[in-house]
């Protein structure tokens, strides 16, 4: 059952070394998935220490992800489909799976700014990243897992 799972971290407006570098949605994302069996990594894209395209393309290569998340919000979403798109480059059929805030109240219009994104994750992280994982694993339709979101045939999806 277990899998790799890799977060990125992304804080424009942070260094490296504040505070608000500590990636803790992806954490505690992560310490749920690990909890259960599964393992991953989450790196680090910040104000001065921006993440490297070659970092990210040997993370990806080397740790072969079930999918790769991000944490998204208003402020960072243009720096998240810029590595979204970049992840996609790299491993085409990797799935990208942002959540966050605008994410779960505003999933229509997050798809709509997301193309890369399959799927949107809306809700609780912990729990619907474990269900997402754990689909993944199974080999799975994703398109079952409560709290996404996606496109499927040209309409959007929110399965409940």
Same mark, same amino acid.
């Given at each position: 059952?277990?899998?790799?799972? @890799? ?48 970092? @990210? ?54 798809? @709509? ?22 689909? @993944? ?24």
């Amino acid at each position: 059952m277990s899998a790799n799972f @890799l977060f990125i971290h992304v804080n424009e407006w942070a260094g490296s070394d504040s505070p608000d570098a500590i990636p803790i949605s992806c954490g505690y994302i992560l310490a749920n998935l690990k909890k259960h069996g599964f393992s991953g990594s989450i790196l680090g894209d910040y104000k001065g220490s921006p993440l490297a395209p070659q970092t @990210l393309a040997e993370a990806i290569e080397s740790l072969q992800p079930a999918a790769l998340g991000f944490y998204v919000y208003e402020e960072n979403i243009n720096r998240v489909r810029v590595l979204a798109s970049f992840a996609k480059y790299v491993k085409n059929d990797l799935p990208i799976v942002p959540g966050g805030p605008q994410v779960t109240f505003m999933p229509g219009a997050a798809l @709509l700014e997301m193309p890369e994104a399959d799927p949107l994750r809306r809700g609780e992280g912990e729990v619907v990243m474990l269900d997402i994982a754990r689909a @993944l694993a199974a080999g799975d339709d994703l398109a079952e897992v409560p709290g996404i979101s996606f496109v499927r045939d040209g309409r959007e999806r929110h399965p409940v």
